[in-house]
C-alpha cells in the first residue's frame, strides 16, 4: 500500500517515518526538500509536486497548516475523488474539507509522541466498515487511536493534540525546582522524567483515580503535603483547564481562516 504524505513538516515528518517504520511505501511532499533528508535516509521519497505524490498513492494525508488545506485539496480534487483522505489540520471540518473534494474525508488529531509510538489520536469520519479499519490499521502506526463524534474533535486538538507543549512546560518546571534545590541539571532531569512516565503508566494500569494515587503519596504530615500545598496556591488546576480551553477555542476558529 503506497501513502502520500502532504505536507512533510514537523508533523508530516513524523507521519511519514511512523508509516514508513511499519512497512508502508510512503511518498511525502513539502516546500523545501533539501530540509528532508532525515525522511530520504529512511528511503522515503520526498518531492515538491502534491500531484504527481497523489497520484501515485492510494491512501492520502494532509498535513499543512489550516490556512494552505484549501489551496492543496483544490490542487488535488480531481485525484483524490473516490480516494481515502486523512486530515490531520486542525480545525478544519469534514464538512470543510468535502466542500473542495469528493474524497473518502478522515478528520484526525494526532499528537507529536507519533515520534515514539505513542501519540494519543482520535478521529471522526462518516465511513464504516473496512474503510474504517484500514483507517485503524494506519493510525495504530501512530499509537493509540479512538474514533470520536465529530463535536469533539476541537477539544481533543486543544487537550491531546496541543498537549505535549503543556507537558514539557510543566516537566521544564520540575527540573527547575530540582536545579532549585541543589541537583545536578541531569539527575533533575532523569528524576523528573521518570516520575512523569512511572505516574502515566501507574495511573493507566491500575485505572486509579488520580486523587487516589495522590492519597497514596502524601504521608499525613510529610514532605508532600507541603509541595502540594503550595501547587495549589499557584492554581495549578486553572491554569491546565484555561490552556485547554484557550486551545479549544483557537481550534473553533481556525476553520474560518480555511
Ligand atoms: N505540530 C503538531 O504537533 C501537530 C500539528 N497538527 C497539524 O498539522 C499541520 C501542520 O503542522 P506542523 O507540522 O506543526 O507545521 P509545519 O510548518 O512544520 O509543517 C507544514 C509543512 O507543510 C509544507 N507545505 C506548505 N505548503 C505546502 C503545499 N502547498 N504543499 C505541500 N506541502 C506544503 C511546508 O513545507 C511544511 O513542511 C497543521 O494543520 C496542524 O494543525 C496536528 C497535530 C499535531
Ligand atoms: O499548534 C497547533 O496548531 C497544532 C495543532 C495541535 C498541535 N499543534
Not at 530540509?35 to 509536486?49: C, F, H, M, Q, T
Not at 491512501?59 to 481515502?84: M, Q, R
Request: aromatic share 4%; charged share 30%; with cysteine.
Amino acid at each position: 500500500m503506497r501513502v502520500a504524505v502532504l505536507g512533510a513538516g514537523t508533523i508530516g515528518g513524523a507521519i511519514a517515518k511512523a508509516l514508513k517504520k511499519a512497512g508502508y511505501d510512503v511518498v511525502a511532499t513539502r516546500r523545501r526538500i533539501e530540509k528532508a533528508k532525515e525522511l530520504l535516509e529512511l528511503g522515503i521519497e520526498v518531492i515538491s509536486d502534491n500531484r504527481e505524490a497523489v497520484e501515485k498513492a492510494d491512501v492520502v494525508f494532509i498535513a499543512v497548516k489550516p490556512s494552505k488545506v484549501g489551496d492543496v485539496l483544490e490542487e488535488i480534487a480531481d485525484l483524490i475523488e473516490g480516494k481515502l483522505v486523512i486530515s490531520v489540520v486542525a480545525g478544519v471540518s469534514l464538512k470543510e474539507l468535502k466542500r473542495f473534494a469528493k474524497a473518502k474525508f478522515v478528520r484526525a488529531m494526532p499528537n507529536i509522541a507519533v515520534l515514539v509510538g505513542e501519540s494519543f489520536t482520535a478521529y471522526a469520519t462518516e465511513l464504516e466498515g473496512e474503510e474504517v479499519e484500514l483507517v485503524e490499521r494506519l493510525l495504530r502506526t501512530f499509537g493509540d487511536c479512538v474514533r470520536v463524534e465529530e463535536e469533539h474533535m476541537d477539544a481533543i486538538t486543544g487537550l491531546s493534540g496541543s498537549g505535549p507543549a503543556y507537558v514539557t512546560v510543566f516537566l521544564e518546571a520540575m527540573v527547575y525546582g530540582g536545579l532549585r534545590v541543589g541537583l545536578p541539571r541531569d539527575l533533575a532531569k532523569r528524576a523528573s522524567l521518570q516520575t512523569l512516565l512511572g505516574t502515566a503508566k501507574l495511573l493507566m494500569e491500575t485505572e486509579r483515580h488520580p486523587a487516589e494515587v495522590r492519597e497514596w503519596v502524601i504521608t499525613p504530615g510529610g514532605t508532600t503535603i507541603d509541595g502540594v500545598f503550595e501547587l495549589e496556591e499557584g492554581k495549578i488546576r486553572t491554569a491546565v483547564m484555561k490552556a485547554v480551553d484557550a486551545a479549544t477555542k483557537k481550534s473553533r476558529i481556525l476553520s474560518k481562516r480555511v
